[in-house]
């Protein structure tokens, strides 16, 4: 296998030049799209909890491909990300090094339209999550404008972070995932039946909203699939102690002191 030769598509330029992706433009893949050549299994709804980040072919397509040979081992991980500065369009994209680097005097400018981020996983409880995207920015200089936290959900689960910091994302990402870690007794309909998996997963909609797992989620399990896909970003390595591998094996975190985690952290 070779790596793939690197280009600038012409829609990955114009959306740094104007801020806004062309309509069905091939530059650009949803999280499905550019995971469809590995041996992972994307659950319905995949799309729905993972429609506001994009990835740039360049950014996924790291091997000329033969028609037996799966991504699996060659996942870029995610460093850059663009966002548009209209604060109107809640979009992330993942760029690769080479886009960054070429288009770099486009990043630089006072008047771009777009904002470049420096990111990395949250991989460790020893350093502070990077997904609000202020540890380094171009153009620098302009205001650091906060991620909404629903576009830090699906970069988080894209790129493998670990850990979780504020509880607010912990209740977050169990909706999104349709986990439930509580007791179902006394709750009317739902008492003296078996709606949660040994995971923690809620298949049925009309018990999903008694729960509150509401809003966009996946509608099969993503058990397996984020279990597979953190496995491969961290290159095999194990991940079970960690906030994810404890959610993913069927242990939620609802006795976590998120404070305590929080002021060490601060102090």
């Not at 081992?73 to 995610?78: A, E, M, S, T, W």
């Not at 986990?179 to 997963?201: A, E, K, T, W």
């Not at 397996?224 to 991940?239: A, D, M, W």
């Amino acid at each position: 296998m070779m790596p793939r030769q690197h280009s600038i598509h012409p829609d990955v330029r114009s959306f740094v030049m104007t801020g806004r992706i062309k309509p069905r433009s091939s530059a650009f893949l949803t999280v499905s799209e550019s995971l469809i050549d590995t041996t992972m299994a994307l659950p319905k709804g995949t799309n729905d909890v993972l429609k506001d980040l994009r990835v740039t072919s360049d950014f996924a397509l790291t091997i000329a491909r033969g028609a037996a040979d799966t991504m699996d081992q060659f996942l870029r991980p995610v460093e850059w990300l663009v966002t548009p500065r209209e604060r109107s369009i809640n979009v992330l994209v993942a760029f690769s090094p080479y886009e960054v680097n070429e288009l770099m005097p486009i990043f630089r400018r006072v008047d771009s339209k777009v904002s470049l981020h420096l990111f990395s996983p949250y991989t460790s409880e020893l350093m502070m999550p990077l997904d609000n995207l202020h540890l380094f920015k171009l153009p620098s200089g302009t205001g650091a404008q906060p991620l909404p936290r629903s576009l830090a959900l699906p970069l988080n689960l894209f790129s493998g972070s670990l850990y979780l910091l504020r509880q607010e994302d912990y209740i977050r990402l169990c909706k999104s995932l349709r986990l439930y870690f509580g007791s179902v007794q006394g709750i009317p309909d739902i008492d003296g039946s078996s709606p949660v998996n040994s995971c923690g997963f809620v298949r049925d909609s009309g018990v999903q909203k008694q729960l509150g797992l509401t809003g966009d989620g996946f509608e099969g399990s993503p058990i397996e699939f984020l279990r597979q896909l953190i496995h491969l970003r961290r290159n095999g390595r194990s991940f079970f102690p960690s906030d994810m591998g404890q959610i993913l094996y069927g242990i939620g975190l609802e006795d976590r002191n998120w404070e305590e985690r929080a002021d060490k952290l601060m102090n």
